[in-house]
């Protein structure tokens, strides 16, 4: 499997030592593809359904959590902040909306559940050393939330890519319109499966 590698606009180094921090806190495209994550079913429809409900702009994540039937169970978006690429600042936000939107599965021997991350960015599909440091951040994410480390989605102009299967399509893309949420709907790997009190701020999640 081959990658194009193209330079980050958040990257910038200050010093050697947090350049050499940063660096340790990338996963190279090799690493991500030798990790096992669990391939997606549909990739297609997921991103599509996370499209739709997030409606991500450029430097938009979405993070996501399925259960074992590849259904949505809750997810949120955020922008971004404007700081170097740093996979634990990316971990930190992606473990702090995770603690929002779904208790933790720590308690299991192994997970049950896998999170997946659509990020929303400039440029071209090549991997970046910002999705080096996504990647980082939404593997050590899993791992202190008690999930499964799931695919790492790129969303830009020429489309979407699942970086590291060589999979992708397209449409939709970072400047794509949403479809109706009504014409997603009937995906059962869309529709979020809640219990309790937990109905409403799912819904006020996913809505963001």
Do not use: K
């Not at 992708?168 to 970072?174: A, F, K, L, N, V």
């Amino acid at each position: 499997m081959t990658f194009g590698f193209a330079p980050s606009a958040a990257t910038s180094i200050n010093s050697p030592s947090e350049s050499a921090s940063r660096l340790a806190r990338i996963l190279e495209p090799s690493e991500w593809a030798a990790a096992g994550i669990p391939l997606l079913r549909n990739p297609r429809e997921v991103v599509s359904g996370l499209h739709t409900r997030h409606r991500p702009t450029p430097a938009t994540a979405v993070v996501a959590v399925l259960d074992h039937e590849e259904r949505l169970a809750a997810s949120a978006s955020f922008t971004r902040r404007a700081v170097p690429a740093d996979g634990w600042e990316f971990r930190n936000a992606l473990l702090a909306h995770l603690r929002r939107v779904i208790p933790h599965d720590l308690r299991r021997r192994t997970p049950v559940r896998t999170a997946v991350l659509l990020y929303c960015r400039d440029g071209d599909e090549r991997w970046t050393e910002e999705d080096g440091a996504w990647m980082w951040g939404l593997r050590d994410a899993c791992t202190l939330h008690g999930l499964r480390c799931g695919a790492y989605i790129t969303l830009t102009r020429g489309g979407w890519q699942v970086l590291g299967e060589g999979r992708g399509g397209r449409h939709p893309g970072s400047d794509s319109r949403p479809t109706a949420l009504g014409d997603v709907s009937e995906l059962g790997i869309m529709t979020p499966r809640t219990a309790g009190g937990a109905s409403e701020l799912l819904r006020r999640t996913a809505a963001r």
